[in-house]
């Protein structure tokens, strides 16, 4: 096949994805391409992943006991087993360095919205559920790494991917310091 033949073969390829999945592609790349991923992941598959209901932004304030009960039955369904202690204590450290506040000398979680667009949940195990499987979906190889005790693997993999947008040695520190406690 001729260079020419190829260049227009994968020009026609490429417009037929853009008519077939009739996304903007301007809107997909301002949102860093979560638009264009769950554009092309819009199937029944992945709809089961995280939940649909969208509702208003509201603060809800859990203890510390009530966040892990929550976390623990949405990364037990997710693995379809009781999770090590490594998987449990990672998954641990990462909700709570993005929630976690102390008060008066107590910790809780604030679960909050921000600057961002982040989906909102009806309940805490629903924002519980969301969050395991959005990494699950979303973060395969942070996924594959819940039961490393690395929580410096963990943070380079999520941020090798775009979860967040800290520094990683701010990011790997906050986890490693919080993980460190769970697995205590």
Partial sequence: MRD???TLLIILLGAWILSKYKFEIVPALEQKGSKLYDTLHDDAG???DLPANEVPE????????????????ALTHALGR????????MLYAHSDFENLEVTAGHPWYRLRGNTQK?????SPSEGATGMVFLIKSRYPVAWGLLDSDDPAAYAAALKARGYYTA??????????????????
Avoid: W
């Avoid at 982040?118 to 009806?122: D, H, T």
């Fill in 58 to 73: 509201q603060l809800t304030v859990l203890s510390l006991a009530e966040a892990r009960q929550h976390l623990n039955a």
């Fill in 82 to 89: 009781t999770p090590t202690n490594h998987e449990a204590a």
């Fill in 46 to 48: 992945h709809k089961q």
């Fill in 167 to 184: 520094p990683l040695p701010t990011y790997t520190s906050g986890l490693a310091t919080r993980y460190k406690v769970h697995r205590a």
């Fill in 118 to 122: 982040f989906r909102s949940y009806v």
């Fill in 4 to 6: 020419e033949d190829q």
